[in-house]
Nanobody
Framework: QLVESGGGAVQPGGSLRLSCAAS????????MGWFRQVPGKEHEAVCA???????WYADSVNGRFTISQDNSKNTLFLQMNVLRPEDTAMYYC???????????????????WGQGTQVTVS
């Protein structure tokens, strides 16, 4: 089970930190990612972190967002800085134990999903 938190409303240029608490996964070795979705569009891959700590970011967020994790607490984080109105979306965390490609860009790349947390930048 993945549970996101930390979303909210913020002005352009502001920051938010999203959290994703993971429970029930078979072990701590999972590739994790953040996606976002706006109404009428597909999930967009935002960033991912692999089991060895390697990270990937979409061009649109590179340099502004940072993905990290606390394995001891089974928590994934997304630090979002210099937020823009186009970052407005529902943000989801996702996990998969065995990834088949890198970076994992699509919905099919992940087995477990959270319920999402809304981020509004205006």
């Amino acid at each position: 089970q993945l549970v996101e938190s930390g979303g909210g409303a913020v002005q352009p240029g502001g920051s938010l930190r999203l959290s994703c608490a993971a429970s029930g996964l078979s072990d701590n070795s999972h590739c994790m990612g953040w996606f976002r979705q706006v109404p009428g569009k597909e999930h967009e891959a935002v960033c991912a972190i692999d089991t060895d700590g390697s990270t990937w970011y979409a061009d649109s967020v590179n340099g502004r967002f940072t993905i990290s994790q606390d394995n001891s607490k089974n928590t994934l984080f997304l630090q979002m800085n210099v937020l823009r109105p186009e970052d407005t979306a529902m943000y989801y965390c996702a996990a998969v134990q065995t990834r088949f490609r890198w970076p994992p860009l699509g919905e099919a790349d992940f087995a477990y999903w959270g319920q999402g947390t809304q981020v509004t930048v205006s």
